[in-house]
């Protein structure tokens, strides 16, 4: 069952299911984000990792050649890291950033992440995992502009919307119980093996 605003209200009091959340944005020429009919809509924050080719070493004549991304061994120094109040990705740009709320999931609940349709329609695809139950941390969020033109992503406001599910039975075994690698994390986390 999908969790009410209400509910997703008395969750944040009872048990901090989200801190450093908002009541509900709109309007003001910013992206809404805070709570909704049936989610919570999270806001990006300031820090931000970008795979950027302009970076790598000037000197080589294809500064991508022997250059690969692997999840088992990954290379840290392909990414740049800063820290703004808006970032322009380029076509088919990649980038890391993380959520303004911390999230504490209730043994009973996941959540279900989906990008704004403020952003899908401009070509922003944002992709994120399951808040599995048990976990807590800042969310890493992984964004990618599929559209010809640069995107301009504002820092402080709405990203994705959160959904809350309730199953219908508590689970047996918790990302917490599983010791997952990606337990309390904070600020941008790239990939773990």
């Known amino acids: 069952m999908i969790l009410s605003d209400k509910s997703i209200l008395?969750?944040?009091?009872?048990?901090?299911?989200?801190e450093n959340w908002s009541q509900s944005?709109?309007?003001?020429?910013?992206?809404?984000?805070?709570?909704?009919?049936y989610g919570y809509d999270m806001r990006v924050a300031r820090d931000f990792k970008v795979f950027r080719h302009e970076y790598w070493d000037k000197n080589v004549v294809n500064p991508l050649?022997?250059?690969?991304?692997?999840p088992k061994a990954f290379d840290h120094s392909v990414m740049t890291h800063c820290e703004v109040d808006e970032i322009w990705l380029a076509p088919n740009e990649y980038a890391l950033c993380r959520s303004v709320e911390w999230f504490n999931?209730?043994?009973?609940?996941?959540?279900?992440?989906?990008?704004?349709?403020t952003y899908a329609r401009c070509g922003l695809i944002v992709n994120c995992t399951p808040l599995e139950p048990e976990w807590?941390?800042?969310?890493?969020i992984e964004i990618s502009n599929t559209s010809p033109l640069p995107i301009r992503v504002y820092a402080m406001e709405g990203i994705a919307q959160v959904g809350f599910f309730t199953g219908?039975?508590?689970c047996e075994i918790s990302y917490k119980d599983k010791a997952g690698k990606y337990q309390n994390q904070?600020?941008?986390?790239?990939?773990?093996?």
Do not use: F
Not at 10 to 18: G, H, L, P, S, V
Not at 27 to 32: F, L, V, W
Not at 186 to 193: D, F
């Open 10 to 18: 008395e969750r944040i009091i009872n048990q901090k299911m989200i």
């Open 25 to 37: 944005t709109k309007g003001d020429g910013k992206i809404s984000y805070g709570i909704t009919s």
């Open 65 to 70: 050649a022997g250059k690969s991304i692997d």
């Open 105 to 117: 999931m209730p043994r009973d609940v996941v959540g279900w992440v989906v990008g704004k349709s």
């Open 136 to 140: 807590c941390g800042h969310l890493t």
């Open 168 to 170: 219908d039975s508590i």
């Open 186 to 193: 904070v600020g941008v986390v790239g990939p773990k093996l």
